[in-house]
């Protein structure tokens, strides 16, 4: 029952006219080169999937552009959703569309060459050969779609809006502002004079706390490297405590620990060391020391774990030469030890340096940010790096476009950051080797 | 010579035992407070005695947080929470790093640099569009909708992970099987999956592991108190006004950390393992 039409008529433009025909209309084409079951499905696709969806994705295409006309009727953040998905799902529609094109032109051309037409049978193994890589990365496609992929589209186009405190739908349509945020943030001297002074804190904050980290933990894991310690696996064992406890908890466990007139801290330097009270969460100076003692107490087990594992894999024939060579056990550190270990550790650190830099839950937890600090803008205090001042914009000053425009420069800023990282790492490398 | 040389062993020695001493000092004394805090009488934290050995220890705030609060309920959530996630995470990670590990496909340098700058967004301001979408689904004060939120985010940087473990795993075992006549499933399954055991249950255990240190999405997404997760619960602890709930966050927060810490201190060789060998090769 299955014939093929252009076999027949003997003509040799088979694939161009497939691939036509597959243009005006899905499954045509296929149809055209004689495979039904495949045309039918492709029409009935056409017909009931992409037709009538099409009203549906330019209505909220449109939405995305326009943001809404009548307030209260239209949310502007629910239109711009709804337009990224359209747009998502908008771009996908197009993809099938092309491979069916492709596939029509394939097929055509493989009749021309005098090949045979491929059964139902044969597509559907082929289909599912092919279409393997796709069916198994589809569900973690999905979801980085829509909860990492969209978030983030929505954030950036934020940047670009009007969304404040006094523009909040469903109350006012948004309207799209271009640059103005960025500007205005910038230029404006009160907003840029406290985006330096927390990018500097920030800046700070970062380098402090990723090298306190790495050096305590590198000092902790040469100790426990020498073999003449005794009971090196309980040590380590209590020493990794911080890292197994959740962070949330201990970071609570030390704000209470750190209150000024109630904690145990200040109680134990007021009556065993006759000190005065330190203003360990009132004093910007003060608040800045706590977070980064908390942090270091929270983040010195992982660098010790990384440098430990580093140790032990180190070759012993070069301490063996060392030896034979008459090398100090010093010497021995300075050339041999330190250099391989910086050499494995330099990515390690750099990475930790990116993501201290956004290190939301030390700020937050511990002080939220505090203390107030007279002359900043957007309700920042004194411990505040960029992340936390960001969530301050969002959830307490609502300047979401404000918020959206730092988040882009934050991520600009890290993802610059890393890629220069990521190109020098092995893993990347690797990747470039194998293909 | 010998004598100062030995001398010079001795005194780095005792330095080293001195430096652990200390360190032992820093890293226990917080959770030994907060230990003892659990059993003063009082309620809140300015009314403890300030020694480290009560004077009249109880129980009694351990007792009451299972009879006079929720926190039976939200250790239950916690609990759901946290498996749901962390099989969720596990099957999409696996499936997406195998492809990108092992097959071809139009795209799979683009999407592998997508994935690695994608996951650099800064997560806190994902919220804000978090709360749409859900809203979207009806997925607000779910469960179902903080394990999509934590499985959903969690898949870039983990692909990244476990594709790095599969990279180092010699291929001359599924060339043998493909000459066999193995299909690709069978090849996924029986032959990568065993021998990825090892990464699969670290990045399981580290997804366990996020709801319990996670507050700011949990208290996004969940508003009703009973369907609350234990770092909200704990939380609300903490910001009852004048800390006069403190020995009961101290009490709960203990409970709270106990399972991650004894899976943590018991597997530490697995996860060093994994971190190492997945940090270095990316």
Redesign the interface.
Known sequence: MQRNLIENTGSNIGRYTSALLSTLYMGAGQIANGQWLKGIFLILFETFVLIPSVPLLLKNLKGLITLGETPMVDHS??MM?YGILAAVAAIFLIVCYLVNIRDAYEHGLAIDKGGKRKGWKETLSDMI?AG???L??A???L??I???????A??IM?AFTDYDLFHSPPRHILNWVGFRNFVEFLTTASWANTFKQVMLWTVVWAVLSTLTTYLLGM??AL??N?P??KFRKV?R??????????????I??????L?T????VN?LLTTTFNMQPIPWLENVFWTRFAVIMVNL?LGFP?SM??I???LQGLPNDLYEAATVDGASGFQKFRYITFPLVMF?VA??VI?SF?YNF?N?NVIF?LNDGLPAVFGLQGKAGGSDIL?SW??KL?FQSLK?NY??AM?LI??LL??GF??YN?TR????K??EM?R | MTISHRAR?RIS?GI??L??FI??L???F??V??FV?SLNQGDS??S?D?SFIPKDPTWRHYRRLFTETNFGLWYKNTLKVAVATSVTTV???T??A??FSR???YG?KT??IA????????G???????Y??LN?FGLLDTHLGLI??Y???A??YN?WLMK?YM?GISRSLEEAAIIDGAS?WTI?WRIIFPLILPMVSVIAIFSF?SP????LFARLVLTTPTNWTL?VG??DF?SARF?QR?TQ??AG?LL??LP??V???SL?GLL??G??RG????
């Open positions: 953040l629910f959703i050969d393997f890589p796709y198994i990365l569900p973690g496609i979801c980085i829509l909860f990492t992929f969209l978030p983030m929505f954030n934020i000092i902790i100790i426990l020498n003449r310690i040590i064992t209590i020493l990794i405590l911080p890292y197994a406890i959740p962070a949330f908890i201990s609570l466990m030390w704000k209470g620990m209150n007139n109630f904690g145990i109680h107490w992982y774990m990384m430990t594992g580093i494995s990515p390690l990475m990116a956004n939301f937890l992340i960001v969530y969002t979401f918020a959206a988040s934050i991520f890290i993802v890393s890629i990521y790492t092995r893993s990347f690797e990747e194998l | 062993q020695l080293s035992y430096i652990i360190m032992i820093y890293v226990l917080p959770v407070w907060t805090s934290l300015y403890s300030m099957i999409l990670v499936f997406t195998y492809a097959l071809q496909f799979r999407g592998l994935m690695l700058v994608l996951q650099m967004f800064p806190i301001m994902n919220m804000v569009a978090m749409v979408l979207l999509i939120v499985a959903g985010g898949i870039p692909t790095g990279d690709k996924m592991v319990f240190g996670d507050f770092s704990l939380h903490v800390g403190y966050f101290a927060s709270a950390a991650i810490t899976l943590y201190l530490q060093i393992g971190l190492t940090s270095v090769k990316g």
